[in-house]
């Protein structure tokens, strides 16, 4: 019996390989002969890279960039020599978990270190890029990024634009001319579950910048800064699209990928499986387990187990989710092609303990289906 391992992290509790592993012990407990095949997965956000790095056998990379207020900090990313691919989590160099709350600026945290992430991968030889966005803490439109790789954004006086998003309100023209030659012949791929335009009560900047400390005042300056860069860019490029989906994941990021370099942006969770080949490991497999810390009714919105029981239903595995709590509204998945919901930890476990023991209670939830399966 083939059974494709394919879950995302739990979330503070274990990555996506150890779930992995947790739910290989369950099944060989159970039935010693079963050929296990593990994809870890991911959806675009946090573990990307570790999960893309761990199915295709690839090493991860330190770098040295600015955070999104300019200060030298160590990132890292992901490459894969033998398909020449680097995999990046923008939040590595531009997240807002780098900044403390009370040092948080929206209107100057600029996507420089990302560009410089870019810069690397592409000096180690990469001929491809995935770029994960989210937990960002920028509003710049992919500014920051665009300037580290050679492009520059210069005011009406013919001096260069400070670094941030609010610096924008003023940008005269964006010169491409100096963008590192190498970006014409790769290919970059955009994971993100973000479908916001660049502008609009819908946007990057009325959506996500109060969750990065802006207030009213402040959403409006970056309104204004996001509208005056979609009118500059589309005089320098002779097009533009502020408002298609996704334009304005990561604070517009999404918008300069696309719009600068020629991106292809998907939902994370298809990115992924197609980077780490989930269809292909797929075939012949009765079932495939899949889960993560928590899935409720928002999980059909393009999280890990809903994409992956997406991809299954291709191939005609079955689809089992494991899950440290399974809210009542996530019985809603089992009208997408999910067999069932497996809580792997009892009610009213404290949580401290239930992260501790997570790979444990996999583990054991696993072999306890298994030996469903079996019976």
Not at 78 to 92: C, F, H, N, S, T
Not at 103 to 131: C, M, P, Y
Request: charged share 20%; proline share 5%; glycine share 14%.
């Amino acid at each position: 019996m083939k059974i494709v391992l394919a879950p995302d992290s739990f979330k503070e509790s274990m990555s996506a390989t150890e779930a992995v592993a947790a739910m290989r012990a369950g099944v060989l407990e159970v039935i010693p002969d079963a050929e296990c095949v593990g994809v870890p997965m991911a959806d675009g956000g946090e573990g990307t890279v570790d999960a893309v790095v761990d199915a295709l056998h690839g090493q991860h990379v330190e770098a040295e960039v600015f955070d999104p207020l300019g200060r030298p900090i160590n990132a890292r990313y992901g490459y894969i020599p033998l398909r020449q691919l680097a995999v990046i989590e923008m939040a590595a160099a531009s997240g807002l978990e780098l900044i403390p709350p009370d040092q948080r600026d929206v209107l100057r945290a600029s996507t420089f270190g990302v560009g410089q992430l870019i810069r690397s991968a592409l000096d180690r030889g990469a001929e491809e890029l995935l770029i994960g966005l989210g937990g960002s803490a920028t509003n710049d439109g992919g500014a920051g990024m665009l300037t580290a790789l050679g492009a520059s954004f210069v005011g009406a006086d013919g001096t260069p634009l400070a670094p941030g998003g609010a610096a924008l309100r003023h940008l005269d023209r964006i010169d491409v001319s100096g963008l590192d030659p190498r970006l014409e012949h790769i290919r970059i791929h955009v994971a993100s579950d973000v479908t916001a335009p660049l502008l609009g009560s819908t946007g990057a900047s009325a959506v996500f910048g109060p969750q990065k400390g802006a207030t009213p005042a402040d959403v409006e300056i970056l309104e204004s800064a996001l509208t005056q860069l979609a009118t500059v860019t589309s005089t320098t490029l002779g097009k533009t699209s502020p408002q298609r989906r996704g334009a304005g994941a990561a604070g517009g990021l999404g918008f300069a990928l696309v719009e600068f370099l020629g991106a292809e942006s998907k939902p994370g969770v298809d990115e992924v499986a197609e980077t780490v080949g989930l269809e292909r490991a797929l075939r012949g497999a009765a079932w495939v387990f899949t889960g993560e810390g928590s899935v409720d009714a928002q999980t059909v919105m393009g999280k890990t187990p809903f994409g992956v029981a997406q991809t299954a239903g291709r191939t005609g595995a079955r689809v089992v989710i494991f899950a440290g709590r399974v809210a009542p509204d996530a019985s809603v998945l089992l009208e997408h092609g999910v067999e069932r919901l497996v809580a792997i930890t009892a009610e009213g476990t404290p949580i401290e303990q239930a992260l501790r023991e997570g790979a444990q209670s996999l583990t054991r939830a696993t072999a306890d289906f298994c030996r469903h399966i079996i019976g």
